[in-house]
């Protein structure tokens, strides 16, 4: 009996794997290049993970600066340089010359990396970049390897700065031409858009890299988007003669979503430390969806009357509160209001954001909108009050509240402000109001369909083992070659 159970267990296990798309002769080797931010390293590293779950190797290839803080299970990790390797963007003090050092070091010792692996069991064939970085598709030619850009805003905004590259949109983008109207589109009015695009002469070195992501677009072999059919496949559609992305997200960990990757219970990479312990027992003295979570992410920096604003509203709302405030950001805090909060509320430098999301405590998502954080809270299923700052999250904020029906957006007044009697009423619309159920209920449907995206057989995942499966054709016609 024993014999046959002993028998029967490593068969079971192969079929699991090759379900899971695992080939044991597979010698596919990608690597996989973000820029180097945390809210860009968060969802090429996720898709390295779904990679190397499939029997890909999967390597993550990122800055000297960042590569000690990025660690996940089956993924490797190689440092290339952007020229500022002991300080990273912060001693290059403007975006213009870190990225033109970037690409510049970037393209020579992303070369070397490739060379290095040119002789070994695995050869890299096929670079997946971020879309920020087209300079690697000019290396992945280079090498006469695969190479693919992955982009990580949604494919709206992806479609929307494809048009313009292309001249079909014109810059500035004026109120009096409202609504925008795209093919396939919802009508975007001038809140909704990017600000990149209604003032382009405040941002002209983040517009350029917007616009120089789709440089070299034509030569890339794939192109990726963290999204899926079900939320965006009208959208991806009207513009994929573009943009012809194919949807794999959303780039979550798998214990969040389909569970098939053993113990990826989050990212693998953190520039600032969590105090996850701290958090997790204070939400446990908290009742079920009584908590708004609230946190504007990486790199989001409020004016000091808009986090007076935020901390008066959130006292004044009377629920409980978990307020992420970096370091940088807390002397903008009301003086005494950390002291005057501990009834109710808690605030922490930085946190996981996915487990406190994902705890039944929290009630609601209090978020600028970033594409990362508006996919996790959708996600998990949890309801979202929009408070967008800059760049593509007044689009994500128009969705959430619009077409998803998931949230609301917090609206802003003529000094871009939004002022703590909006907060506390959006607050209670989505924690106790009319329209709470009505989102509750949205929510899940969301969470479910996320889900159900990247679970086997979903849009998501049969577009990675597509991918996989050209990789591996690739590899044998190659192997085939060799022996000619």
């Not at 159970?5 to 596919?28: A, F, L, R, T, V």
Request: net charge neutral.
């Amino acid at each position: 009996m024993n014999t046959q159970n002993n028998i029967k267990d490593p068969k079971k296990k192969k079929e699991k794997k090759e379900k899971m798309g695992y080939q044991k002769e597979q010698k596919s080797h990608v690597i996989v290049l973000p820029y180097p931010s945390q809210g860009h390293i968060n969802p090429l590293l996720q898709f390295a993970k779904r990679l190397a779950s499939k029997g890909v190797k999967a390597t993550i290839a990122t800055t000297h600066y960042t590569v000690n803080s990025i660690s996940a299970l089956n993924v490797g990790v190689e440092a290339i340089s952007d020229g500022f390797d002991t300080g990273g963007f912060a001693e290059a003090k403007s975006e213009d010359l870190f990225l033109k050092s970037f690409k510049t070091n970037g393209s020579r010792t992303l070369y070397e990396l490739i060379q290095k692996y040119q002789n070994s069991d695995f050869p890299v064939n096929c670079i997946v970049y971020d879309s920020f970085l087209p300079w690697a598709l000019d290396v992945s030619k280079q090498h006469s390897i695969y190479g693919a850009p992955f982009f990580t805003n949604s494919a709206t905004v992806s479609g929307i700065f494809s048009q313009i590259h292309l001249g079909l949109v014109s810059l500035p983008v004026k109120q009096e031409d409202m609504p925008l109207l795209i093919h396939g589109f919802s009508p975007l009015n001038f809140p909704d858009l990017p600000s990149f695009l209604k003032f382009p002469e405040r941002y002209p070195v983040y517009l350029a890299m917007k616009m120089n992501q789709f440089s070299n677009l034509e030569m890339a072999d794939w192109i990726f988007g963290n999204t899926f059919e079900e939320l965006e496949g009208q959208e991806a559609k009207a513009v994929s003669n573009l943009w012809p992305g194919k949807l794999i997200g959303p780039m979550v960990p798998s214990a969040y979503l389909d569970g098939r990757i053993d113990g990826d219970k989050g990212y693998g990479a953190s520039l600032w430390k969590p105090l996850n312990d701290e958090c997790l027992k204070w939400l446990e003295t908290k009742t079920q969806n009584s908590v708004v979570y609230v946190s504007f992410g990486s790199m989001v920096s409020l004016t000091q009357k808009q986090m007076e604003e935020i901390a008066f509203g959130l006292q004044e709302s009377n629920f409980h509160f978990l307020w992420v405030v970096r370091e940088s950001e807390r002397d903008k805090l009301p003086n005494g209001f950390i002291d005057s909060a501990k009834e109710k509320g808690l605030i922490v430098g930085w946190c996981n954001q996915l487990e406190m999301l994902a705890h039944e405590a929290v009630g609601c998502f209090v978020t600028h909108c970033g594409w990362n954080s508006t996919l996790e809270g959708l996600s998990l299923g949890v309801p979202m009050v929009g408070m967008p700052q800059w760049a593509d999250q007044f689009t994500d904020a128009k969705f959430v509240e619009e077409i998803w029906e998931v949230g609301v957006r917090a609206k802003e007044d003529e000094k871009g402000i939004v002022r703590k009697e909006e907060l506390v009423s959006c607050l209670k619309n989505v924690m106790e109001g009319k329209r709470s159920q009505e989102i509750k209920k949205n929510s899940i449907k969301w969470r479910e369909k996320a889900k159900a995206a990247v679970n086997e057989g979903g849009s998501s995942d049969n577009c990675i083992n597509e991918f996989v499966e050209f990789l591996i054709r690739s590899d044998r016609k190659k192997s085939l070659n060799g022996h000619n």
